[in-house]
C-alpha cells in the first residue's frame, strides 16, 4: 500500500538560510511523486513532480528535490529561502491504479 | 485563461444540514477532482468525474456525492452534516483524464472553506 510521510508539520528558516522539507514514501512499485504549495487563502499549486526520468527535479521558484530509491525519500530544497516562500507544502505519492496520497503538510515559516 | 472556480468561498451550516459546492474547471478541461482537506488530517482525495461520469471515488461515505454536468462544471454535495466535515473542500481540473497524474497537472482551485456548528 502506498503511503507518504512529511516529518515536522512546522519547519522554521531564517530568510536566506537553506530550506529542506522532508517527505518520505512507501510503495510496492515505481512511484510517481509531487511537491505541492499551497500559499494562504489559495489552492494547491504544483512545485515540482518526479515522473521516473531524472532523479534531481528541478520546479518552480528554484525549489527542487531529489528522488532517492535506497533511501525511500523525496526532499524538498532551496538554497536560499524567501520571505515569499512562507507557505504550506505537500507531498504527495501516485502509482498507475490511479490513486494519488497526499502528506499531511509541512507549513513553513520564514523569520526575518 | 480563467482558473479553476469555486463557490462559495465560505460556508456555515449546521450538523444535520445539506450543502452543495461548485466547480468550474478551466476551459476545455474534463476531468474535476474534489479534495478534502481537514485540519490535522492533511489532503484527502474525494471524487473524480470525467466525461460527467464518477471515475473514481475516495474513502468517504455516500452522503458525499457529486455530479458533473455537460458543460463539464460539478457539484460537491453533503447530506447529513457532521462536525467533523468541516473543513477546506478543494476542486481541480485537468485536461487529461488521470488521478495518478502521471504526465498531467492538476490546477487547483481556492477552494469552498465549511464549517460545521
Known amino acids: 500500500a502506498q503511503s507518504v510521510t512529511q516529518l515536522g508539520s512546522h519547519v522554521s528558516v531564517s530568510e536566506g538560510a537553506l530550506v529542506l522539507l522532508r517527505c518520505n514514501y512507501s510503495?510496492?512499485?515505481?512511484?510517481?511523486l509531487f511537491w505541492y504549495v499551497q500559499y494562504p487563502n489559495q489552492g494547491l499549486q504544483l512545485l515540482l513532480k518526479?515522473?521516473?526520468?531524472?532523479?534531481l527535479v528541478k520546479g518552480i521558484n528554484g525549489f527542487e528535490a531529489e528522488f532517492k530509491k535506497s533511501e525511500t525519500s523525496f526532499h524538498l530544497t532551496k538554497p536560499s529561502a524567501h520571505m515569499s516562500d512562507a507557505a504550506e507544502y505537500f507531498c504527495?505519492?501516485?502509482?498507475?491504479?490511479?490513486?494519488?496520497?497526499f502528506g499531511k503538510g509541512t507549513r513553513l515559516h520564514i523569520l526575518p | 485563461e480563467a482558473g479553476v472556480t469555486q463557490s462559495p468561498t465560505h460556508l456555515i451550516k449546521t450538523r444535520g444540514q445539506q450543502v452543495t459546492l461548485r466547480c468550474s474547471p478551466i476551459?476545455?478541461?474534463?476531468?474535476v477532482y474534489w479534495y478534502q482537506q481537514a485540519l490535522g488530517l492533511g489532503l484527502q482525495f474525494l471524487l473524480w468525474?470525467?466525461?460527467?461520469?464518477?471515475?473514481n471515488r475516495g474513502n468517504f461515505p455516500p452522503r458525499f456525492s457529486g455530479r458533473q454536468f455537460p458543460n463539464y462544471s460539478s457539484e460537491l454535495n453533503v447530506n447529513a452534516l457532521e462536525l467533523e466535515d468541516s473543513a477546506l473542500y478543494l476542486c481541480?481540473?485537468?485536461?487529461?483524464?488521470?488521478?495518478?497524474?502521471?504526465?498531467?497537472?492538476?490546477?487547483f482551485g481556492p477552494g469552498t472553506r465549511l464549517l460545521v456548528l
Open positions: 504527495a505519492v501516485s502509482v498507475m491504479e490511479d490513486k494519488i496520497i
Open positions: 476551459s476545455g478541461h474534463t476531468s
Open positions: 518526479y515522473t521516473s526520468a531524472a532523479t
Open positions: 510503495s510496492s512499485v515505481p512511484p510517481y
Open positions: 481541480a481540473s485537468s485536461l487529461v483524464p488521470g488521478l495518478a497524474l502521471s504526465q498531467e497537472t492538476q490546477y
Open positions: 468525474y470525467d466525461e460527467g461520469e464518477e471515475r
